[in-house]
């Protein structure tokens, strides 16, 4: 029996005995899912093409794998929304899946076996492998576990394993490009909204890092709720006028970094003025807890897993937002001081690195990361905030095959610039990089 023949041919009586699902059944399903999908004779009566009783099979063959008839139809939706034919990638009386079913429904693990198949295929750069573990997972287990603990957990182990130097940059991305597209094609998929309420979802000016954001997204989406996504780099200009088009009930932003951090306190600055109230996350404020108090908005904790339940609650009622500490005149003269120096202070950096065993590249990205978290930690009003991102500088030369001593002298000759070309600013920034320097001779010891 073909797959692609479409032909009305079987009438319900066949199809019964062909499939061994109950008339009344079939008809609940194709009255509450749409499938399978039969044509009408002109006195009404069903007829079933050789690929609607495959569609029959395939939902019954998903049902004894554990799954609910509503969650299979719910995948066969989401393959359809890929471009996808579900017949092709789950095959009728396919032992691989059902054996799958029985063997990990029964395995401790969990979804742990296969997230260490799809990071193993990933970083083999096998990118149909990977689908095909993703798409046996999800015909097991239902899309948020799949999202948290195959594809998110994936990536994180993936992403410390390139920061160890274990995995090259090149398979990092390869596996983030992988897991970014299964994320959007399944938001395609989602169903529509309908709770009441819009949110309006995006990362502050020059963050990237977008997959947090994704996961949340279709969490959200998932549950119901509306979800404008504006995805990375949202820039400050006109985001007004955006916020004034959209009229959101709740705006959520993401980021990973220090000076993106800074970013998102403008906007946060902004919706504050507006009444839209903000809810945020990202690495960065699980890194650096006290950055939480410069952000106008509600913090979302450090498990995203929780966030949609405190969205909801902050979007049935309102929930008072904490106090918010703002930089000092002292911080704001020395942020202007620093902008004016910083060309001269990496220049200076330059120069004296120009002979040593450190590459234009690195010593560039180097120069641009301390730089820029200078410049955020000093917008915020502590420099202390800088503290984790000296351990990245370091981990980056450790990365790079170069020794510690480098990173003792890389912030030696960054002293020694501020000295030169700050001589007249507040003693707080070269106190803070010699104190920087002692912890870290102490670390290197």
């Not at 066949?14 to 749409?34: I, P, S």
């Not at 992988?178 to 963050?207: D, F, H, Q």
């Not at 929930?319 to 918010?324: D, W």
Request: aromatic residues 8%; charged residues 20%; negative net charge.
């Amino acid at each position: 029996m073909s797959p692609t023949d479409t032909s009305p041919t079987f009438n319900l009586k066949v199809a019964v005995k062909e499939t061994g699902v109950k008339a009344d059944t079939l008809r609940a399903w194709e009255r509450r899912y749409g499938l399978p999908t039969p044509r009408r004779t002109q006195g009404g009566h069903r007829l079933y093409s050789p690929r609607d009783i495959q569609t029959i099979l395939w939902l019954v063959e998903r049902q004894r794998g554990g799954m609910s008839i509503s969650r299979a139809v719910e995948l066969w939706r989401q393959y359809e929304s890929e471009g996808q034919d579900p017949l092709e990638m789950l095959p009728v009386n396919s032992p691989s899946v059902t054996t799958a079913a029985t063997e990990d429904l029964s395995n401790a693990k969990g979804l742990d076996s296969f997230r260490e198949r799809w990071v193993q295929t990933a970083l083999d750069f096998n990118e149909k492998g990977s689908d095909a573990v993703l798409n046996q997972a999800l015909a097991i287990f239902p899309i948020e576990r799949v999202v948290l603990d195959l594809i998110s957990k994936g990536i994180a182990e993936i992403g410390q394993a390139w920061y160890e130097g274990t995995v090259n940059v090149h398979q990092e991305h390869f596996a983030t490009a992988l897991a970014v597209r299964k994320m959007e094609s399944m938001l395609a998929g989602a169903p529509p909204p309908t709770r009441p309420g819009r949110i309006l979802a995006g990362c502050p000016p020059e963050e990237t890092h977008t997959f947090g954001l994704l996961v949340l997204t279709l969490l959200l989406r998932r549950q119901g709720w509306e979800v404008i996504y504006l995805g990375a780099r949202v820039p400050l200009m006109r985001f007004g006028t955006t916020i004034d088009h959209t009229q959101p009930d709740l705006v959520l932003l993401s980021c990973q970094q220090l000076f993106t951090a800074a970013e998102m306190a403008e906007i946060a600055n902004l919706l504050a003025v507006k009444n839209v109230p903000l809810a945020y996350g990202g690495l960065v404020f699980n890194a650096i807890p006290e950055l939480r108090s410069r952000i106008h908005g509600h913090f979302l904790g450090t498990s995203i897993e929780h966030v949609p339940e405190m969205v909801e609650r902050l979007l049935m009622r309102d929930v008072p937002l904490p106090a918010v500490k703002s930089p000092t005149r002292e911080y704001e003269t020395l942020l202007q001081s620093y902008r004016e120096a910083r060309p001269l202070i990496e220049s200076y950096v330059w120069q004296c690195f120009d002979s040593r065993s450190v590459s234009q590249g690195m010593l560039t990205t180097c120069n641009k990361c301390f730089g820029d978290s200078i410049g955020a930690a000093l917008r915020l009003g502590d420099i202390s905030f800088v503290g984790p991102d000296i351990q990245w500088v370091r981990g980056f030369f450790l990365h790079a095959g170069l020794p510690d001593i480098l990173i003792e002298e890389y912030l030696g000759v960054y002293h020694q610039a501020l000295q030169k070309y700050m001589p007249h600013a507040d003693q707080m920034l070269i106190s803070w990089i010699e104190r920087i320097i002692s912890e870290i001779d102490v670390i290197t010891r």
